[in-house]
C-alpha cells in the first residue's frame, strides 16, 4: 500500500504546485489551435499572444505546417504576463492524418475505414471531422507513438499539456445493438472497463512528463464522468470543458447543464480550476454567460470553434 500511496502522490498536481504558481486560478485564458491565422506573420502571432493579458494560453504544439513552436517563443509568449502558464495541445485520443506521425498508406478508404495494412490500433474515421481516426487508446502501439510527442512539449518548454479527445471511450461504451451507451463498459482486450483504461493513459502521460518537468500540468477536455474516480481527480491540474454554458445563440438552462456541473464541483473542491470554452454565435448572450460562469467559480472563454482568435475572456 505504501509504495501505491507514493505513486499517488508523484503524479498529483495542482495549480498551485508549478513553479512559480499565481496564488489563484487562471481568471483568463486563450485557445488559439491555427496560430497562423492569428496574424499576417510567425513574429506577429507571437507577440498578439505575448501582450494578449491572459493568464493562461492553449496553443498547438505546433505553430502551423512550418513546424513547431521554439523553446524561445514559448519563453516569450510566457513572459508577457507575471505567472502566465502556456500548456500545448494534443490529441490522444484520436489519429490526425496531418500530423508528422501519419503514414499516407493508412488512408481511409470510400466506408470510412483505414487501409488492411494500418496498424491495429487506428478504427474508423470520424464523420464529423474528416482526417481524424477513433483510436484504440489502449494500445501500446499506439501509445508509443504519442510518449514521443509528450517528450517533444516538454523539451520546447511548455508548463503542460492540454489532452483532446479524452472523452474517445465513449464511442466503445455505444452498443450498436441498443443503441444506446453503457456506461463503464469493460474493454474485452484489457479485461478492465474503457473509462479505467483512459484513466491509466493519462496517468502514464502525467508520469512520463513529470519525471523530468516535476509539476508539469496536465489538463483534460471534456469527459467530466472520469472525475467521479479519486485516481483521475488525483493526477489532473484543471480540466477544459466545451460547450458547457451555450447552444449557438441561446444560453443553456441551469437544469442542461447541471449533470457536467455535478462532476465538476467535485474538481473544484480540491482546489483545480474548471475551464470552459464556449462557442457563442451571438454578442447578445456574452454577459449571461460570464454570470453563469462566476456563480460557479469557473473560468470562462468565449470564442470561434476554430479556435483561429483570441476570442473573449474575463
Known amino acids: 500500500m505504501k509504495h501505491i500511496a507514493t505513486g499517488l502522490i508523484f503524479l498529483a498536481s495542482s495549480w498551485s504546485q508549478a513553479a512559480d504558481a499565481p496564488a489563484s486560478a487562471p481568471k483568463s485564458m486563450a485557445y488559439v489551435l491555427q496560430a497562423d491565422k492569428l496574424a499576417t506573420s510567425r513574429e506577429a502571432a507571437v507577440q498578439i499572444l505575448a501582450t494578449c493579458e491572459r493568464d493562461l494560453i492553449v496553443i498547438d504544439a505546433a505553430f502551423s505546417s512550418e513546424g513547431d513552436w521554439t523553446p524561445s517563443e514559448i519563453k516569450t509568449i510566457r513572459a508577457g504576463k507575471s505567472g502566465r502558464r502556456v500548456v500545448a495541445y494534443v490529441s490522444i485520443g484520436e489519429a490526425e492524418d496531418y500530423r508528422p506521425y501519419w503514414q499516407k498508406s493508412w488512408d481511409a478508404d470510400k466506408d470510412g475505414k483505414p487501409d488492411a495494412s494500418a496498424p491495429k490500433f487506428l478504427n474508423a474515421e470520424n464523420p464529423d471531422w474528416k482526417g481524424n481516426y477513433r483510436v484504440r487508446y489502449w494500445q501500446h502501439a499506439w501509445q508509443q507513438i504519442m510518449l514521443p510527442a509528450v517528450d517533444k512539449v516538454v ?157 473573449v475572456s474575463k
Request: glycine share 6%; aromatic share 10%; no cysteine.
Open 155 to 311: 523539451a520546447q518548454g511548455f508548463d503542460g499539456i492540454y489532452l483532446d479527445i479524452v472523452d474517445a471511450f465513449e464511442f466503445y461504451e455505444y452498443d450498436a445493438a441498443t443503441k444506446d451507451w453503457l456506461d463503464n463498459r469493460p474493454n474485452p482486450e484489457t479485461g478492465k472497463t474503457y473509462r479505467q483504461d483512459m484513466i491509466a493513459w493519462v496517468a502514464t502521460i502525467a508520469q512520463r512528463a513529470r519525471a523530468t518537468h516535476p509539476g508539469f500540468l496536465v489538463i483534460p477536455q471534456n469527459a467530466s464522468q472520469l472525475i467521479a474516480h479519486a485516481n483521475y481527480r488525483e493526477i489532473i491540474s484543471a480540466i477544459g470543458v466545451e460547450d458547457l454554458f451555450i447552444a449557438g445563440k441561446k444560453l443553456r438552462t441551469e437544469k442542461q447543464s447541471r449533470f457536467v456541473v455535478s462532476f465538476l464541483e467535485q474538481l473544484k473542491l480540491g482546489g483545480k480550476p474548471v475551464l470552459v470554452i464556449d462557442y457563442p454565435t451571438s454578442e447578445s448572450i456574452h454577459t449571461a454567460a460570464f454570470e453563469a460562469a462566476a456563480k460557479q467559480g469557473f473560468t470562462l472563454l468565449l470564442t470561434d470553434r476554430q479556435l483561429t482568435t483570441l476570442g
